[in-house]
């Protein structure tokens, strides 16, 4: 994974933070990679309860072009990803987590009660959000702004009283997609009042239409005015929202 520390140090670096006081912490687990037995998937997960944090982040492994792990791959130095394997061990984290005391509040995010990310679910519920500093990501309800990146050219326009950003204004059906797509990762999932209320009817019919086989084949069940995804769902998230984006 070719990372700045080792699994001791992690370790480490946890217990002085733990000792120094600070309760609420998280940790990020990367499952699916080449080299991960299951066995060893399971002595990862086993190791985040045992050392008893209040939040764990957990991704599959993706291959983002350009990156060490890309080079080695495409030269044969690395396997492929295994795409049953990843699966088999995103079951096994939804099985054993959950079981140990951290709820799956979100597909790639587990905690203890009260101690759910907030910053994300702004994200993920279509929120307002304002970011400050350089790269920061901010919406407004209708646009997306972000700050330039560099440091200094961030700092001189804030000393000038200037906002130096740039923006896209999002179309109703571009925040319709978003917000079914995020809404639909986490366990409260996406709210059919809000979106009669945010959106247009044609977009309300459009779902009401979409979702009828995904219901019917289990990846989707309805509850009250929520569409959640099962656990059978939440194996192929991105496939069946993708299925639900409303595309012109």
């Known amino acids: 994974m070719n990372r700045a520390h080792n699994v001791h140090q992690a370790h480490d670096s946890i217990k002085r933070v733990q000792d120094a006081g600070w309760e609420n ?13 299951h066995e060893q998937w399971q ?7 045992d050392i008893n ?5 957990a991704y599959g492994l993706t291959v983002e072009e350009k990156t060490p792990l890309h080079h080695a791959i495409k030269k044969g130095k690395q396997l492929p990803l295994d795409e049953d394997k990843s699966k088999v061990q995103f079951e096994m ?9 951290l709820e799956q509040y979100e597909i790639s995010n587990f905690a203890k009660k009260g101690y759910e990310a907030k910053h994300n679910g702004s994200y993920w519920t279509d929120e307002k959000y304002l970011g400050l500093g350089p790269s920061a990501h901010s919406f407004d309800g209708e646009r997306r702004i972000w700050n330039i990146s560099n440091n200094i ?11 130096n950003n740039d923006f896209e204004v999002l179309s109703q059906e571009q925040r319709f997609n978003e917000y079914v797509l995020t809404s639909l990762r986490t366990k409260e999932g996406c709210n059919l009042d809000y979106v009669k209320s945010r959106f247009s009817p044609f977009l309300v019919d459009f779902l009401t239409f979409s979702i009828k086989k995904w219901l019917k084949n289990g990846e989707i069940e309805q509850k009250r005015n929520f569409l959640v995804l099962t656990k059978k769902g939440k194996l192929v998230a991105d496939w069946v929202a993708s299925e639900l984006f409303y595309i012109n």
């Open 25 to 37: 912490i998280t940790v990020d687990l990367i499952y699916g990679t080449p080299t991960l037995s």
């Open 43 to 49: 002595e990862n997960m086993q190791t985040v309860i």
């Open 53 to 57: 944090v209040p939040h764990l982040s």
């Open 93 to 101: 984290l939804m099985d054993f987590i959950p079981k140990n005391g």
């Open 153 to 163: 050219r961030y700092i001189n326009s804030i000393k000038k009283g200037q906002l």
